[in-house]
C-alpha cells in the first residue's frame, strides 16, 4: 500500500566516482602478489581512508573498488539487482587502462546492499564478457574485485573480490513494535459488539502496523512495498484491513437490520460514509502533496481511502440488497456442517464473481497501445527493457485513460528498481474490483461466525478449509513461484492470486487467533485494542503530522538503521498512547 503521503520517495542509485588522484595510486604499488604484505595492507588502508571523504556511504550501501589489471583493456561494468525479474544490465561505471604496466586503474562505487547483486564486466572495445558474479554484499563494507589474467596463461581472466572492512550487522532480528499497556475497563457492550470488537483485532493490528510502515520501518527493505512481484510486510496490512472490514460490514448491518432501522435509512448512512471516506483520502490523505501547495491538476484521484470507499459501499449494498436473516442456531449437528452460509449467499457470490470476470477479461483482453495484450510486468528496464511504457498493463492504462497521468501516484514502487518513467497507481480503477473481492471473503468469514455461532469446531474447520481452499487457488494461479505463475502475486496490480494469497492467510490467522481471543479469553487485543477504537482518527493523523515532532525529529546519524527504527517505534507508540487516552475519555471520532 502506498501511503508514504508528504515524502517523496528519493530514487535508490548508484554513486559513481573515478579516481586518478595521488592516494589511490598508494593503493597499486603492491602488487598481486604481495597483497598479503604488512606494507600493502598499510597503503591500501590509507588509501581507503582517502576515497572515504570522496564516497560518503547511504544506508543499504557499500563500496566496491574495481581494480583493472589488464593491459591494454577498457572494462565496462554491468549492475542487476538479483530481485529484478528479467531486467536490463545497467551501467555502473567505466574502468579504463592504467596505461602503464603494474599501475592499473580503479573506480570506486556504492553498491546495494538491499538484495544481492549481479555484476558483468564487459571489454569495452569487443562487448565481449570477460566475468560474471553475484554476490550479496554487506552494509557499510568495503570490498575490491580484482580483474586480472590468471598465473597459468594470459588467455585467461580471473575476477576475485576481497573483503577489505566486514560490513556492519544491520539486521533486524528481534523488535517489539509497541509497548506493553495494560487493559483497561470500557464501556460494557452487548454480544454482537462484543464479538465484532474481538474479530477487529486483526484489523487493529494491521492498523498498528500499517502506521509503523508508513513511518519507515526502520527503513529495512522488508518493511517497504515489493517493487513488483513478490511480498514484503508492507504488502500484508492493506488486504487484512479490507478483509477484516468485510467481517466488520455484515456484522454491522446484521445488528443494525435486527434493531429495526429501515434499508433506506441505513443506505443514507452508507453513501454518507463512503462520500466522507472518499473526500478525507483526496483531500487530506494525498501523497501529491509532495509536489508543492495541491491544485486539482495535480491531485492524486486514486488512493487507500478511496479504495476503502468505494469498497466499503459497493459490499454494504450488496449485503443491504439480499439480507436475510441469520438462523438462531444450529439445529442438529448435521446442519451445523452444511453450507448454509455460502448457498444462502448466492447472489451476492454470483456478482463478485461477475465482477471477478471483468477483472481477468480487462486484464488478458484488453488491447493496450504499444504493449502485448495480458501484460502483467513492470515496465522500465524489465523484460529486457521491450515494454518501458507498459507499467501495469491494462490496469496502468485504463487510469492514464480516465485519470490522467497528472492524477495518478507520482512515486510508485516499481520506479525504484525497474526504472519506470510513467505514473502509475496501485489503487487504481481495476484493482478496486479485487479489493471486493477481498472485502467479501471477509463477509464470508462474518458469516462463518454468526450462523454457526453456537460451534466453534465447525466455524474453525470452515476457517481451515476455506484457508486450504485459497491457499490452493494461489499455488495454481503462481506455479508455487514468484515470477513464473499464470498470475503472479502482485501488491500493485492487486492481482487474483494476490487475494487468494492474503485471505487464504487471514482465515488462517482467524483460525488461530478465535480459539485464544474468543472462545478462551486468553487475550483482550491489548494494546492493539485501543488504537482500533478511533481508527479513522489515527489513519488520518499519523500521516498528516508523519513530519511533526515528536513523531519525527532530527537524528544524529540519518544512515543508521537503528536510529530511524526507535523513531519509528516511538512515532507508532505515541499513536498507541493518544487512543489509549481517547479511549479512557470516551472519545471517539466516527463517520
Not at 215 to 229: L, Q
Not at 483 to 495: A, H
Request: glycine content about 8%.
Amino acid at each position: 500500500m502506498h501511503l508514504v503521503s508528504f515524502r517523496c520517495l528519493v530514487f535508490h542509485c548508484f554513486y559513481l566516482f573515478t579516481f586518478n588522484s595521488f592516494f589511490l595510486s598508494l593503493l597499486f604499488r603492491a602488487t598481486p602478489a604481495t597483497y598479503g604484505s604488512s606494507q600493502a595492507r598499510g597503503q591500501i588502508r590509507a588509501a581507503l581512508t582517502a576515497i572515504k571523504r570522496h564516497v560518503e556511504l547511504k544506508m543499504d550501501q557499500a563500496l566496491l573498488l574495481i581494480h583493472n589489471e589488464l593491459p591494454g583493456t577498457n572494462l565496462t561494468v554491468y549492475w542487476s539487482s538479483e530481485r529484478c525479474y528479467q531486467c536490463l544490465l545497467q551501467v555502473l561505471v567505466n574502468v579504463s587502462w592504467g596505461g602503464k604496466p603494474g599501475k592499473p586503474s580503479t573506480a570506486a562505487v556504492a553498491v546495494s546492499t538491499q538484495h544481492g547483486s549481479i555484476l558483468q564486466l564487459n571489454d569495452t572495445a569487443q562487448e565481449k564478457e570477460v566475468c560474471r558474479l553475484e554476490y550479496k554484499f554487506g552494509e557499510f563494507g568495503n570490498y575490491s574485485l580484482f580483474v586480472k589474467h590468471t598465473h597459468d596463461g594470459v588467455s585467461e581472466i580471473a575476477c576475485d573480490l576481497v573483503v577489505n572492512k566486514k560490513p556492519v550487522d544491520s539486521n533486524l532480528r528481534k523488535y517489539m513494535l509497541l509497548p506493553n499497556v495494560s487493559p483497561a475497563a470500557g464501556p460494557s457492550l452487548s454480544p454482537t459488539p462484543a464479538l465484532r470488537a474481538r474479530l477487529c483485532l486483526l484489523c487493529r493490528i494491521a492498523l498498528i502496523l500499517m502506521v509503523f510502515v508508513n513511518y519507515g520501518g526502520g527503513k529495512y527493505w522488508y518493511f517497504k512495498h515489493a517493487s513488483w512481484n513478490g511480498l514484503t510486510v508492507a504488502d500484508l496490512v492493506f488486504p487484512w484491513f479490507v478483509f477484516i472490514m468485510g467481517t466488520s460490514i455484515f456484522l454491522s448491518v446484521t445488528s443494525i437490520l435486527q434493531r429495526g432501522c429501515s434499508k433506506f435509512r441505513l443506505l443514507g448512512k452508507i453513501v454518507w460514509r463512503s462520500f466522507l471516506l472518499i473526500c478525507i483520502g483526496i483531500v487530506i490523505v494525498n501523497p501529491n502533496y509532495c509536489l508543492g501547495p495541491l491544485s486539482w491538476e495535480k491531485a492524486r484521484i486514486p488512493g487507500v481511502l478511496q479504495r476503502l470507499g468505494v469498497t466499503y459501499f459497493v459490499v454494504t449494498v450488496l449485503e443491504l440488497l439480499f439480507a436475510k436473516p441469520v438462523p438462531e442456531s444450529c439445529a442438529s449437528e448435521r446442519s451445523c456442517f452444511s453450507l448454509l452460509d455460502v448457498t444462502s449467499s448466492w447472489p451476492q457470490w454470483l456478482f463478485v464473481l461477475v465482477l471477478e470476470g471483468v477483472w481477468l477479461a480487462l486484464t488478458f483482453f484488453l488491447p493496450v497501445p504499444g504493449c502485448p495484450t495480458g501484460y502483467l510486468g513492470p515496465g522500465g528496464i524489465g523484460d529486457l527493457g521491450k515494454y518501458p511504457n507498459c507499467t501495469g498493463g491494462a490496469a496502468g492504462y485504463i487510469d492514464r485513460l480516465l485519470l490522467g497521468d497528472d492524477h495518478l501516484y507520482q512515486h510508485p514502487s516499481p520506479a525504484v528498481l525497474y526504472h519506470t518513467k510513467v505514473a502509475y497507481d496501485p489503487e487504481g480503477i481495476l484493482g478496486t474490483i479485487n479489493s471486493i473481492l477481498m472485502a467479501y471473503l471477509g463477509v464470508q468469514a462474518g458469516k462463518i461466525l454468526l450462523y454457526y455461532k453456537d460451534r466453534t469446531k465447525g466455524i474453525l474447520i470452515r476457517f481451515a478449509v476455506w484457508g486450504c481452499f485459497l491457499g490452493l487457488i494461489s499455488v495454481a494461479l503462481t506455479k508455487a513461484s514468484e515470477n513464473e505463475g499464470f498470475i503472479p502475486v502482485n501488491k500493485n496490480l492487486w492481482s487474483t492470486s494476490y487475494v487468494t494469497t492474503l485471505s487464504s492467510s487471514a482465515f488462517l490467522i482467524l483460525l488461530v487467533l478465535y480459539p485464544i481471543v474468543d472462545v478462551k479469553g486468553l487475550w483482550t487485543g491489548t494494546p492493539f485494542f485501543y488504537p482500533g477504537m478511533n481508527s479513522i482518527l489515527v489513519y488520518v493523523g499519523h500521516e498528516v503530522f508523519a513530519n511533526y515532532f515528536p513523531f519525527q525529529w532530527r537524528l544524529g546519524d540519518s544512515q543508521s538503521h537503528r536510529e530511524h527504527l526507535v523513531q519509528n517505534i516511538v512515532a507508532t507508540a505515541l499513536w498507541v498512547l493518544i487512543a489509549y487516552v481517547l479511549y479512557k475519555k470516551n472519545v471517539f471520532w466516527k463517520i
